[in-house]
């Protein structure tokens, strides 16, 4: 069973009682304006997700972290790495992402557990190259991604939704450096 301690969290796989509080960040628009179809994914579509990357868990050995905090236990969200299917400049490219509640945005956590996530993907699970996607002007991911290393790669556009997308990603090699 994969978990990672950091100072403040724990990353772990997904439990039943996950459900609820999660499926309260999904609930709010301006935390998922810049995730999938940028609507807010009601509590069905939240299991259907848990479930997916529990799937992804078994099948690739990676997948997205539950977020939890060390000292209440509370779900903060969920950090990790999917397979990206879209936008085509990264598919089939393994993918790190962010989603917090909004209580818990401005106190360094969403960084904690990606930088964690980014030891887990290039050290232990031996992948050699991550990416990242996120809205262009999303500065608080863009802030997330320079504090990580992570250099921007070009733009594209939401297969969907049109808008501008910023492509970044780091090799093995960089992320010695
Ligand atoms: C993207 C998102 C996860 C970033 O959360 P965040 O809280 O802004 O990011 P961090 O965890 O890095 O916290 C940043 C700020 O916390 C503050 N902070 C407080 N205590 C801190 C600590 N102990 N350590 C580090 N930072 C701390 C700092 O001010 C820091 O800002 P700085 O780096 O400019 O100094 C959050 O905005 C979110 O969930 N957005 C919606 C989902 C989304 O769009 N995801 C993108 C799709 S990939």
Same mark, same amino acid.
């Given at each position: 069973?994969?978990?990672?301690?950091?100072?403040?969290?724990?990353?772990?796989?997904?439990?039943?009682?996950?459900?609820?509080?999660?499926?309260?960040?999904?609930?709010?628009?301006?935390?998922?304006? !810049?995730?999938?179809?940028?609507?807010?994914?009601?509590?069905?579509?939240?299991?259907?997700?848990?479930?997916?990357?529990?799937?992804?868990?078994?099948?690739?050995?990676?997948?997205?972290?539950? %977020?939890?905090?060390?000292?209440?236990?509370?779900?903060?969200?969920?950090?990790?790495?999917?397979?990206?299917?879209?936008?085509?400049?990264? =598919?089939?490219?393994?993918?790190?992402?962010?989603?917090? !509640?909004?209580?818990?945005? !401005?106190?360094?956590?969403?960084?904690?557990? =990606?930088?964690?996530?980014?030891?887990?993907?290039?050290?232990?699970?031996?992948?050699?190259? %991550? %990416? =990242?996607?996120?809205?262009?002007?999303?500065?608080?991911?863009?802030?997330?991604?320079?504090?990580?290393?992570?250099?921007?790669?070009?733009?594209?556009?939401?297969? %969907?939704? !049109?808008?501008?997308?910023?492509?970044?990603?780091?090799?093995?090699?960089?992320?010695?450096?």
């Amino acid at each position: 069973m994969t978990e990672i301690r950091t100072p403040r969290l724990v990353l772990r796989r997904w439990l039943d009682d996950d459900l609820v509080p999660l499926s309260e960040i999904h609930a709010d628009p301006v935390v998922m304006r !810049g995730i999938g179809d940028g609507r807010p994914r009601s509590l069905d579509q939240t299991a259907e997700d848990i479930e997916a990357w529990e799937e992804e868990w078994d099948e690739e050995g990676y997948g997205m972290f539950a %977020v939890e905090l060390l000292g209440s236990g509370e779900l903060a969200g969920a950090v990790g790495l999917s397979l990206a299917d879209a936008p085509a400049e990264v =598919a089939g490219q393994v993918a790190i992402s962010w989603r917090l !509640g909004r209580v818990f945005w !401005g106190q360094g956590y969403a960084s904690e557990a =990606a930088h964690a996530t980014l030891e887990f993907a290039l050290q232990d699970r031996g992948l050699d190259r %991550v %990416v =990242a996607v996120c809205r262009t002007g999303d500065s608080a991911s863009v802030n997330v991604l320079d504090k990580l290393g992570m250099r921007p790669e070009g733009t594209a556009q939401h297969p %969907v939704l !049109g808008h501008d997308l910023a492509l970044y990603g780091i090799d093995l090699t960089q992320y010695q450096e």
